[in-house]
């Protein structure tokens, strides 16, 4: 497959025709996503995502398709771990559902942003350093197990993105604003949704530097990398909306995403020794998290 400027162009064109699409047409009314919505938007998504696929293992061969689709796979399962930190934040600040789904739409528009900067340079690094990989698994490897571990309750207050910004930043008083600013004393100031926009950002940020180099250990190409990790990102929005209030009862899922990075690092790690070919890391990936959401489906919940 020959990727070429006007690819990468066309691509990006069609990313902010997807958005501005979602933002006028779909999201006229700032109010809350219901359920059937959330689900008809999230297998709209999905089903790009496949169309796109498809089109990468028609020009570029099936070993091309399955990389994009693993890489896919493993930023979209990622970003359920973002989806419970991100109901954690919206709790802590109270913001209500239409809030969430204007926040949620700057913050995917951020991460896009972000994702592309970091694609940009993980594959110049490994061009030039093809040893950086080792570092890339080493990292992935110890994000898994510190999130095998990981404590289940977190202080979003004092998390360092919010404690920076309360400290740096001149925040409103307002506690139910409609604005990101607002002038107050003759000065323009932040309101709480431009705080909690920052924290989203960060946190997408953090969660990013799992994600994007687990993505590098399935493929070395550039354009994969981005593509399945923003057609993950684009659906982040409506797969917030649909599994919010499920996520909690899955059980297991944090145990599953920290079993797909163990593995996904040391596969980078052995990549030298050993070479894993990318369906047996499909396979992989998709059943270790089947077995987690399985698990945690049968899991009996205790009576009160």
């Known amino acids: 497959m020959a990727v070429t400027l006007t690819t990468w162009i066309a691509f990006t064109a069609g990313v902010i025709v997807l958005l501005l699409f979602d933002l006028l047409v779909l999201r006229r009314e700032e109010r809350s996503a219901s359920l059937l919505e959330s689900l008809a938007t999230t297998v709209g998504w999905i089903a790009l995502a496949a169309g796109f696929g498809l089109w990468i293992a028609s020009s570029g061969g099936a070993a091309k ?49 972000m994702r592309g900067v970091m694609v940009g340079a993980g594959a110049a690094l490994l061009n030039r ?13 110890y994000a ?3 999130m095998l571990f990981q404590k289940e309750e977190i202080e ?50 953090v969660f990013a530097l799992d994600s994007v180099p687990a993505v590098f250990g399935v493929t070395r190409d550039p354009f994969i990398v981005y ?5 993950a990102i684009l659906g982040l929005r409506s797969l917030y909306f649909l599994l919010a209030g499920a996520i909690k009862h899955l059980t297991y899922l944090h ?20 070479s894993i070919s990318t369906q047996v890391s499909l396979c992989v990936v998709g059943g270790i998290l089947g077995l987690s959401v399985v698990a945690s489906l049968l899991r009996k919940t205790p009576s009160t």
């Open 65 to 113: 398709g399955l990389e994009f689709l693993t890489g896919y796979l493993i930023e979209y399962t990622l970003s359920m771990d973002n989806i419970f930190i991100f109901v954690l934040i919206f709790a802590s600040f109270r913001i209500t559902g239409a809030q969430q789904h204007r926040l949620l739409f700057w913050g995917v528009l951020g991460a896009l942003i």
């Open 129 to 141: 350093f093809e040893w950086v990989i080792y570092i890339f698994g080493a990292y992935i490897l």
């Open 144 to 146: 898994g197990c510190s």
């Open 156 to 205: 979003i207050e004092k998390q360092w993105v919010v404690r920076g910004a309360r400290w740096l930043l001149p925040l409103s008083a307002e506690s139910q604003p409609r604005h990101f600013m607002v002038r107050e004393g003759g000065r323009r100031k932040f309101t709480l949704l431009a705080l909690v926009l920052i924290i989203i950002e960060g946190t997408d940020l």
């Open 227 to 231: 593509t399945s990790n923003i057609c």
């Open 255 to 274: 145990i599953g995403l920290a079993a797909v990075l163990i593995f996904i690092g040391a596969k980078m790690l052995a990549g030298h020794f050993y």
